[in-house]
């Protein structure tokens, strides 16, 4: 099926442990983006691609580490873990087209718990 | 910065009632306005989205009403059904930032039986 693909779907990470978080789109969307979700906070970037080879930061990037090696793939790193980072991380794609009202594919999302 | 403030937090309404949901924005720069269903347990999935050349777009059951001179949107829901029950986010983003969209804070709607 077509669409964003995240793995894992649940963590429990320990204070000071690091892991990546999976996302793989097989639509070939050139932009890719990951949020953070927390109660009553809405959704905050911490990074996004507009391509393979380019990144930036978001809103929230501290903490994370992002690469973009293919197309398809863009995993997110938690290399310190901190309780702060407890919450709800989603991937999401799209392609934007200049004049065309455009729309983001979310994944369905990892929750994280840093104890 | 760019900021999109919603409300009400949270909003309960019976069968058949028409919720509404308010964003206001701050950039006047934004030129697309999408708002996403979220069900729990699942990623947020685009409902309708609106440009600021219109005032109103409908699609089904769902309507935004636009107000490009008070920067503000909303959603209506006509004839809601329990099966509307989610959690709704509007966003905005302008075409030169590369779509990033900026969301509000959400808005968690129950509809009883």
């Known amino acids: 099926n077509a669409g964003v693909t995240q793995t894992p779907k649940f963590r429990i990470l320990k204070i000071g442990q690091s892991m990546t978080l999976q996302c793989t789109q097989d639509?070939?969307?050139?932009?890719m983006y990951w949020y953070r979700q927390d109660p009553g906070m809405g959704l905050k970037l911490i990074y996004y691609s507009v391509g393979a080879g380019i990144t930036d930061k978001g809103e929230v990037p501290n903490g994370y580490n992002v690469s973009r090696s293919t197309t398809e793939d863009f995993p997110l790193r938690l290399e310190l873990a901190a309780p702060s980072q407890t919450s709800v991380y989603f991937c999401a794609s799209s392609y934007p087209r200049s004049g065309s009202p455009y729309g983001y594919t979310f994944g369905s999302g990892t929750r994280l718990t840093v104890v | 910065q760019q900021q999109v403030k919603q409300s009400p937090q949270s909003l309960i309404v019976q069968k058949g009632g028409i919720p509404i949901i308010n964003c206001a924005y701050e950039?006047?720069?934004?030129?697309?306005f999408p708002w996403y269903q979220q069900f729990p347990g699942k990623g947020p999935a685009l409902l309708i989205a609106i440009r600021p050349d219109v005032s109103e777009k409908k699609e089904g059951r769902f309507t935004i009403s636009f107000n490009k001179s008070a920067k503000q949107f909303s959603l209506h829901i006509m004839d809601s059904q329990p099966g509307d029950s989610a959690t709704y986010f509007c966003?905005?983003?302008?075409?030169?930032?590369?779509?990033?969209?900026?969301f509000g804070e959400g808005t968690q709607l129950t509809v009883n039986p």
């Open positions: 966003a905005a983003s302008k075409e030169t930032s590369g779509s990033r969209l900026t």
């Open positions: 639509m070939n969307h050139n932009y």
């Open positions: 950039n006047t720069a934004f030129d697309y």
